[in-house]
């Protein structure tokens, strides 16, 4: 059997899967009671209202980045929005190709994936932004002394493979008159950080918010330096939440009431982070629960920032990041970024 009929045929099973689940929640959706009153103020009896069937695709294992979902779901904000909302793990391929097939109403991920999806014809959309500020940098542990780009040279790198992890890297060392060559790229993919650089990695891209919490939870001290601080056009969205063209041109009212509810789980878990942590344990119990509740501790006041609201995208963020994007080689056209992103449905 040949790769791509091997691909093909694993792409359709995993379709077939999504559907079975998505049949299985719709034969045990329910119903939401609404209340209505007559024309002089009195109250009526309760009336039944089918809630509107919805699914949603991590990108990860449930974390930190999630919690406004899981908030909401457990708060009621989606069935009182009248969504019956059914959260999906992730693909394997990620969970653009997913929404776009139709097999998940909404999504999470990154700026990037949606600009290259759009820039290779696949009709996505962000229509939200997770966090206001990006957490992700180079790490290291404080032994290795690395504390400026300049210190990567001669250095080993655990990568996890990607074209933006490269291309960013590249870009970060030509910044700082280091030869990229000089730098030994070692896939890792997504093996722990702190197994890696006790062993032959030096140094490794994570997320603070996870990977750097965790070393305060362990009593690790690590270097940290964020991307947005080598050059701001790093500082670009991820996570974002998404939608399909077809979805938000179909079902406008769907992905209105979607964004609302999820804005209210996110605007709770910036107030409430104690409790909101606790929601999300409770959704994902297999994860360490010290972590959990100090990222979300970190995370919170970050998902909002200093924005007027949560979810705002600025345009011009969107603009510089996919100009980069195409002078890097990540995309081959010029992807406008008013297809790319909307505020449109935030509350």
Not at 236 to 256: K, N
């Amino acid at each position: 059997m040949s790769k791509k009929l091997s691909a093909f045929l694993f792409f359709i099973i995993m379709l077939m899967l999504v559907g079975c689940n998505q049949a299985e929640e719709s034969s045990q959706g329910g119903e939401a009671e609404t209340e209505v009153e007559s024309e002089t103020g009195e109250e009526l009896p309760a009336e039944s209202t089918e809630l509107m069937e919805a699914t949603f695709i991590l990108d990860w294992v449930p974390n930190t980045n999630h919690t406004g979902i899981y908030v909401a779901k457990e708060k009621g904000y989606f069935e009182e929005e009248g969504i019956d909302l059914t959260i999906i793990e992730p693909a394997m391929e990620g969970a653009v190709p997913v929404v776009a097939a139709g097999q998940a109403d909404f999504g999470i991920g990154s700026q990037t994936g949606v600009t290259i999806a759009r820039s290779t014809g696949i009709p996505v959309v962000s229509i939200a932004a997770v966090i206001q500020e990006h957490t992700s940098g180079f790490a290291s542990p404080v032994e290795k002394d690395i504390t400026s780009p300049e210190d990567f040279e001669g250095k080993t790198y655990g990568g996890f493979g990607g074209a933006e992890e490269e291309a960013i890297l590249d870009t970060v060392l030509n910044q700082h008159g280091v030869d990229p060559s000089s730098v030994d790229n070692v896939i890792v993919g997504s093996a722990d950080f702190f197994a890696n650089t006790k062993r032959d990695i030096d140094f490794q891209w994570i997320f603070y918010g996870w990977t750097g919490i965790e070393a305060e939870v362990r009593g690790e001290d690590i270097n940290m330096i964020y991307l947005k601080d080598i050059d701001p056009v790093f500082n670009y969205y991820s996570p974002v939440i998404f939608s399909s063209e077809a979805v938000i041109e179909e079902q406008p009212e769907l992905v209105e009431k979607f964004v609302r509810a999820v804005s209210k789980g996110y605007e709770f878990a910036v107030e409430q982070p104690s409790e909101a942590a606790e929601i999300l344990i409770a959704a994902s119990p297999e994860t360490n629960e010290e972590l959990i509740r100090a990222s979300q501790e970190w995370l919170s006041p970050r998902y909002k920032g200093d924005a007027e609201k949560w979810g705002i995208q600025e345009e011009h963020i969107w603009n510089d990041f996919s100009e980069w994007m195409l002078e890097a080689g990540l995309i081959e056209t010029e992807v406008p970024t008013e297809e790319a992103m909307t505020n449109t449905f935030l509350p």
